[in-house]
């Protein structure tokens, strides 16, 4: 079992749509999640951050994280064709000591015009 | 957030040949991590570099292939040594500002090895 995983997509949606991606994670004792937004060629941005559970709403962007079932998701409303991007889901795996981020292969979203 | 310049951006190299990549930030930054994208995939942790102390290395990498350097809390080097052809990937410095923070990206380095 991978310890970060998404669905590859691509996902689909028309302009204006909510744009629903998700992430599961091994890890219980996993304790920072992120989603990072990635255009092709470029470095990942990071555009939503979440350690509680519950939803946190930043503009367009809603994150949602459910620690009993270990699954983070990211909505995007009213989503646009500049949208259109590869959305890595990023987790703190709760080893002790460890600060780097486990990163899902990332789900490729397209927005249609 | 930090801002991170990375360099070179890209390089094309001949198999056999070592590049070292730099990794600059415009603060103080508590860790430093280096990730491998290859081509098509999701980002890979390499190591994370320590002030001071030698670089700790995720399984599959190793100090002879991939030295790294971390002389202040400012600065990072990763080089890739004697190339091949698999070696060509995008290498991503990262930071983290402390515990439970975020962590932001350089711009990567785009390395192709022929």
């Known amino acids: 079992q991978k310890e970060v995983e998404q669905n590859s997509g691509p996902l689909s949606v028309p302009e204006g749509a909510i744009a629903s991606l998700n992430c599961t994670y091994s890890?219980?004792?996993?304790?920072?999640f992120f989603w990072y937004r990635q255009y092709s060629g470029k470095s990942p941005e990071l555009i939503m951050s979440i350690y509680s559970n519950g939803d946190k709403e930043d503009g367009r962007f809603t994150a949602q994280l459910n620690k009993a079932s270990q699954y983070v998701s990211l909505l995007i409303r009213d989503s646009q064709p500049s949208d259109s991007a590869t959305y890595l889901c990023a987790v703190n795996i709760g080893r002790t000591g460890r600060r780097a981020l486990t990163f899902g292969s990332g789900t490729r979203l397209q927005v249609q015009p | 957030s930090a801002v991170i310049s990375q360099k070179p951006s890209r390089d094309i190299c001949q198999r056999g040949t070592s590049l070292t990549i730099q990794c600059q930030v415009d603060s103080q930054v508590t860790m430093m991590f280096w990730y491998r994208q290859q081509p098509g995939q999701s980002l890979t942790l390499i190591a994370t570099?320590?002030?001071?102390?030698?670089?700790?290395?995720e399984s599959g990498f190793v100090i002879d292939k991939f030295p790294i350097s971390r002389p202040n809390l400012t600065f990072s080097t990763l080089t890739v040594s004697n190339m091949s052809p698999e070696d060509s990937s995008i290498y991503l410095c990262?930071?983290?500002?402390?515990?439970?923070?975020?962590?932001?990206f350089g711009q990567g380095t785009r390395l192709t090895v022929v």
């Open positions: 570099a320590n002030q001071g102390s030698e670089a700790t290395y």
């Open positions: 890890d219980r004792g996993s304790q920072s």
């Open positions: 990262s930071v983290d500002e402390g515990a439970g923070t975020e962590a932001f």
